[in-house]
């Protein structure tokens, strides 16, 4: 007797049709500014965080995010919270999480207009201006977009029938230039580099639909670059979505996510997390005759971090109580962009001082590259 077939999990997917785009009311050529204004109303079962990352040239790394609540936890009501993260020149790491009433956050819904206590990110898809303070860290930057805002087709990603499991993602500003100052225990030092802005919502916890990701971002001679990988988990058979996007003087030059192959190379076991981590990610595009091999080398970690660690006692207890273990590693390393024309290296770039991160929600599994 012949089994019976088994049946097919529900998909995940990115949201590309001309359905998509109508019911969403979205352009396929242009992004809006209202679409980096609030896209939730805060209450359980959705969450939404707004990101803006630095890489000056002094050598320090700044990252900012305002968040309505913990990404993990779309069911808790509003509870805000101001993530601050600073890599000084010298490599010590400084990290703050601060948290606020809910009476003290505000989110435009028209334009990007987010505020946590006395704490603000605001402007539009050209400029953004974020001032952040907390234990004894103060950022004050404005970032000027070289590149026009960007989307992966909606920037809407669901996860099984219908569209109630949703994770969206827009790079409001993908490359931009980024100037001001920051403060350290009552040390201002002059700001100015390259920088990056996006944002992102859902309606269902990321744990409960994604299981890993990579995500990076870099810049090498003329070219930038956000390549992200993201694995879903078992309920969807794992399925992978790729976004890639890489300019050329603030052009797009690819950025059609069927076109990329991607690498996890020279894996191993991370000993605090228990997470596998490859020390070689690799995106290659191909279109045509023309080629471009973006990869991704660790140096060293700048961020190994269990999530349970970082949780209430109570939230703990019920996360330790579902046999959650979810990680969080960040990464820095050497960026090179390689460009082929019929098989011939025409270009190469490299950068020494990239940063990239792997979120990992789910059990570890050991990663496949694409076919």
Sequence with gaps: MESAPLPVPPAARQAESEADYARLGLARDRVAAWEDAARTDNSPGTYEWWYLDAHLDDGAKLVVVFMNKHFSSAQDPLRPLLRINVELPGGELRTTLAAFAPEQWSASSDLLDVRAGGNRMSGDLDTVRVRAEAEGIAIDLELRSRAGAWRPQTGHMYF???TDRLFAWLPAIPQGRVTGSYTVDGKTRPASGTGYHDHNWGHVPLPSVINDWYWARGQAGPYATIATYITATAEFAHATIPIFLLTRNGEVVADDARKVRFEALDVHVDAHTGKPVADITRYRYTDGSEAYTVTFVRDRDLSRRR?????????RARAEAVGFDGAYLRFAGTLTIERHRDGLLVESYRDEAAIWELMYF??????????
């Design 160 to 162: 099984g029938e219908g």
């Design 307 to 315: 999530m349970i660690d970082n949780l209430s006692d109570e939230r």
């Design 362 to 371: 789910g059990r570890a599994r050991w990663p496949r590259a694409d076919s």
